[in-house]
């Protein structure tokens, strides 16, 4: 496989399609400056800011470049809030389109076929496998990513943490609970 | 599957496993943004390797699919034929061991190096 992709890259770079250095820069980017706490931060600002949440939920991809991170991709971002009636879980069926810009590059098993299918056909038990225990009257919704269209959940903010400070929030949101397979963490939890 | 057996491997945060998965990845960025195919035409072209079956239950065959996807779409927009990407990887595997260790290694070290150029 490494000389296959070594073989690609020479081709390409003596196409003039690519500079090596520029591929480099973008490796560096997704392995150390794009990551979920993109997504924690915007998350945090809509828990703290009405303002910024209808905004948010009305033209996400704007209300999340306006924080500086943009999709490279040209996907639009739609943003899905949880509330006590309705839980959003995100999935892509097809590959595995994700909010790079806003949640890094996607956890090993949202790119496994078992969760690409199960996802859809049974949200409930991928759910409880991942520890996530939802009263049965909470409907779930599963929101399928495309290409142009990703999705990012807002959790519901925890009890609890009227006090905190806006960076003390984003802590609080992991990685899963904006794919939805997870909950924001309670303020006590490690 | 059972969705459990992932989950231990969902705290690894680590985006790539390999490097050459990494690289696989850059390029396919930056030949998107080159403007050399779409974002649509990319997710088309790897969900019809995922689709397959060419990723294994766990998700680890999905870098494979990744780079296949990649050369038979560079193969369809005629930037690369399989022929060119298997005759220089090969060259690129002789230089590696042809390499002392600790060495960088360098498509110059293939023995066949000379050849290879000449070739068409």
Redesign the interface.
């Known amino acids: ?12 770079t003596q ?1 003039g ?3 090596p250095a ?3 820069a ?2 560096d980017t ?2 150390t400056k794009v990551g979920p706490r993109n997504g924690a931060k915007v998350v945090a600002r809509a828990w703290c800011d009405p303002g910024y949440s209808d905004w948010l939920k009305q033209d996400a991809t704007a209300a999340i470049a306006s924080l500086g991170y943009t999709g ?4 639009h971002m739609q943003a899905v809030f949880n509330t006590e009636d309705a839980h959003n879980l995100v999935v892509c069926t ?4 994700y909010p790079w810009s806003v949640l ?2 996607p ?9 690409r299918s ?1 996802a859809v056909i049974d949200p409930r038990g ?1 759910l409880e ?2 520890g996530v225990h939802l009263p049965a009257q909470t409907k779930i919704r599963v929101w399928d990513s ?3 269209l990703r999705y990012l959940v807002v959790p519901m903010r925890p009890t609890g943490t009227e006090d905190l400070s806006e960076e003390e929030l984003a802590a609080l949101v992991t990685r ?1 609970s904006m794919i939805g397979t997870g909950l924001a963490l309670e303020p006590y939890q490690p | 599957m059972n969705l459990r057996d992932l989950l231990p491997q969902a705290d690894d945060d680590r985006a790539f496993a390999e490097p050459w998965q990494a690289q696989a990845f850059a390029l396919t960025l930056a030949l998107h943004q080159k403007g050399l195919f779409s974002w649509s035409e990319w997710a088309e072209s790897l969900s019809e390797e995922l689709k397959q079956g060419g990723g294994a239950e766990d998700g680890s065959g999905y870098y494979e699919c990744w780079l296949s996807a990649l050369e038979k779409l560079l193969a369809a927009k005629s930037v690369a034929t399989p022929g060119d990407v298997d005759a220089l990887a090969a060259a690129w595997q002789r230089a590696a061991h042809a390499t002392p260790h600790g060495k960088p290694i360098l498509l110059e070290n293939d023995p066949q190096h000379a050849d290879w150029n000449r070739a068409p």
Do not use: N
Request: glycine share 4%; hydrophobic share 45%; with cysteine.
């Open positions: 496989m490494a000389a296959r992709v070594r073989a690609l890259e020479t081709i390409l196409k399609l690519i500079e520029a591929v480099d973008i490796v997704y392995e490279r991709q040209g996907e097809l590959c595995s389109c890094g590059l956890p090993v098993w949202y790119k496994a076929p078992a969760y199960r991928v496998e991942f495309t290409a142009e899963d």
